[in-house]
C-alpha cells in the first residue's frame, strides 16, 4: 500500500485510511475485528471526530488501543463541528474538545488533528496560533482543514511560512469519480477543477472522505432505482452515470470490481492522495485493499472522468 509522508508526523500515512463513524462500544467486538483486518491489508490510519456517534467512536477506538494497541496504529481526529449555538471555531472550545477527545482515545496525543468546519469570520491567523499551540505542547504532530475553500488554505498556509508557524499539513474535501451536486451535508466541500488544480500545483495532500460516493458504485443503485434519496439528490445526474459506465467497462478490462476503479480513481491523481473508508467487514476491507493497489493512467483517469 502507498504512504503519504507529513511533515512532523513520525509513522506515514497510509493511502487507505479507516473511518469509524459507525464504531461505538456497543459493537466492540466488532469495532476490535474491523480495525485488525484494516492493518492486515497494510493500513495504519484511522479517521474519527468529537461529534462521531455522539463521542463514541472515540470510546470505542481508545477501547482497542487500550488493549496494548497504541503503536500500531496513527489517529487522526477532528474538531470545530458547529452545534446547536453554532460555530465552534474558537480557542477555549477547540482547546475543550481535543482534551475531550484524548481522554475517550486513550491517549496523550494524535498523529493528525482537522478542523471538521471553516468559520470563515474567524482570522486564519488566530486559528494558526491556536493550532501551533497544540503542535508545541505534543497533544497533535499535525493539523489540516476539512471542507476548507482553496482560498482560506492558501491564506493560512502563507501567513505560516511568513511567521514560523506549522501550517496546513493536509486537506480533507470530499474526492469521488461521482461528482456531488449538492453538499451532501451543510458545510461540507467536494473538490472541483479549481482545487484539484490548486492541489497539483501545492502537492499539499488530500484525505478524501466519501472516497466511494456513498455506495454509488457499489452497483446496487442503478438509474431506476430511487430508493436513497440523499444519493439521488446528491449523486443522480447523466454525467455521473456516464463516469458510472466508463468505469464499468475499465472495471471489466482490468478484471476488477467497479467499486475498486473508483477508488483507484481517488488514488491515482496529480498529487498525493487518501481515501477514507468504511468497510464493516473482512471482505469488504479486501476489496478496498485490492482497490488500492491498482495503478490508472493519466488517460484512464481522464477517460472515466470524462475528460476525454
Not at 493528525?112 to 486559528?127: F, G, K, M, S
Request: glycine residues 8%.
Amino acid at each position: 500500500m502507498k504512504h503519504i509522508t507529513i511533515n512532523n508526523v513520525t509513522q506515514p500515512i497510509s493511502s487507505l485510511i479507516m473511518g469509524s463513524d459507525y464504531f461505538t462500544p456497543d459493537n466492540q467486538e466488532k469495532v476490535n475485528s474491523v480495525i485488525d483486518s484494516f492493518i492486515d491489508i497494510g493500513g495504519n490510519t484511522i479517521d474519527t471526530a468529537f461529534i462521531y456517534a455522539g463521542g463514541q467512536s472515540e470510546a470505542a477506538i481508545g477501547n482497542w488501543i487500550d488493549q496494548g494497541n497504541r503503536g500500531r496504529i496513527n489517529v487522526w481526529t477532528k474538531g470545530g463541528h458547529p452545534n446547536q449555538n453554532g460555530h465552534t471555531i474558537n480557542r477555549d472550545e477547540l482547546q475543550e474538545q481535543l482534551k475531550v477527545s484524548l481522554d475517550r482515545l486513550k491517549s496523550e496525543s494524535v498523529e493528525l488533528y482537522a478542523l471538521h468546519r471553516d468559520d470563515p469570520t474567524v482570522r486564519v491567523e488566530d486559528i494558526l496560533e491556536w493550532l501551533n499551540e497544540h503542535v508545541q505542547s505534543k497533544r497533535i504532530q499535525a493539523f489540516g482543514a476539512s471542507n476548507w475553500s482553496v482560498e482560506r488554505l492558501e491564506e493560512a498556509n502563507t501567513y505560516a511560512e511568513k511567521n514560523g508557524l506549522a501550517g496546513f499539513s493536509f486537506s480533507s474535501p470530499n474526492l469521488s469519480l461521482a461528482k456531488a451536486k449538492e453538499p451532501y451535508w451543510p458545510g461540507c466541500v467536494s473538490v472541483n477543477q479549481q482545487m484539484i488544480n490548486w492541489h497539483e500545483k501545492s502537492q499539499l495532500p488530500l484525505f478524501s472522505w466519501s472516497s466511494q460516493a456513498r455506495g454509488f458504485f457499489t452497483g446496487r443503485f442503478t438509474r431506476d432505482n430511487l430508493e436513497n434519496e440523499d444519493l439521488v439528490r446528491v449523486f443522480y445526474n447523466d454525467e455521473n452515470w456516464e463516469r458510472y459506465d466508463r468505469a464499468e467497462k475499465l472495471a471489466s478490462e482490468k478484471g476488477c470490481s467497479l467499486i475498486e476503479i473508483a477508488l483507484a480513481y481517488v488514488l491515482n491523481q496529480k498529487f498525493p492522495t487518501g481515501a477514507i473508508i468504511g468497510p464493516q467487514n473482512r471482505e469488504e476491507l479486501q476489496s478496498c485493499g485490492e482497490g488500492a493497489k491498482i495503478t490508472l493512467t493519466t488517460e484512464e483517469v481522464a477517460w472515466i472522468n470524462l475528460n476525454s
